[in-house]
């Protein structure tokens, strides 16, 4: 089997119903709105992934985990979280591409070598199970959040709980690139105050927040931008 294109009328489907199918091309219906546990784990050769419409949430265990030859990846706009490690040793993903309305990630990306830079959108609020694991060649990584996405795991005890590439000296110091108003509230949150904090004149449509921040913006900025 190497092409699928799911029918419509699909909403959901069964574990594992194409793991280790030998895929290279998949598309998926438009009504497809949550994918299942390891639904397509394995398929070393898959290249091509299409998402159609509806699809919302991953919420079970690696649904696409260890598609090793996947090198592009589009969210649809309806997607809003991303969990259960979804993504996790696709090694050749090089190009991802977030959605705004997504608001959290789960271990998505984790052992993803090949990712290098990543834009998370202005709606993400949380960052949970170390998404960026072993994402070794990840280097930058913008948010256009304004308030700083809250971040956990619990991998190791005695490792840097909060910071969202892992608990190792390697996963320190990275390029997060954040909007110049909030600068310094990255700088000291937990788990961000690990990296480089560049400013940019970059500011979103919205404002989105997971907890209470406090912070001081010029006055003239007001006069310009109203999220």
């Known amino acids: 089997l ?4 799911l029918p419509e009328g699909i ?21 497809l709105k949550t994918i ?3 639904a397509f784990q394995r398929n070393y050769e898959l290249t091509d992934l299409q998402f159609n419409g509806q699809t ?4 079970s265990s690696l649904p696409f985990g ?3 030859h996947l090198k592009r990846l589009v969210m649809p706009a309806t997607m809003q979280s991303i969990g259960g490690n979804a993504f996790e040793g696709c090694e050749r993903l090089e190009d991802v591409q977030l959605n705004e309305g997504l608001y959290e990630l789960w271990g998505a990306f984790q052992g993803c070598k090949a ?6 959108p202005s709606t993400m609020q949380a960052l949970y199970g170390v998404p960026f694991w072993g994402c070794d060649s990840l280097k930058e990584l ?3 959040c304004v308030a700083p996405p809250f971040t956990m795991y619990n991998l190791t005890s005695g490792s840097d709980r909060s910071n969202p590439f892992g608990g190792r000296d390697q996963d320190k110091g990275r390029t997060v690139i954040v909007p110049y108003v909030s600068a310094n509230v990255y700088k000291q949150t937990a788990g ?5 904090i560049v400013a940019s004149q970059q500011l979103p449509k919205d404002v989105f927040m997971y907890m209470p921040y406090t912070m001081t913006w010029p006055q003239e900025l007001m006069t310009t931008w109203k999220p």
């Open 56 to 59: 919302t949430i991953f919420n």
């Open 11 to 31: 909403t959901t489907m069964s574990d594992d119903c194409y793991n280790g199918a030998g895929l290279q091309k998949l598309v998926l219906s438009t009504t």
């Open 115 to 120: 990712l290098k830079k990543l834009t998370l």
């Open 192 to 196: 961000w105050d690990l990296h480089n």
């Open 142 to 144: 913008t948010c256009l």
């Open 66 to 68: 260890y598609c090793t």
């Open 2 to 5: 190497r092409e699928a294109v």
């Open 36 to 38: 299942p546990r390891a």
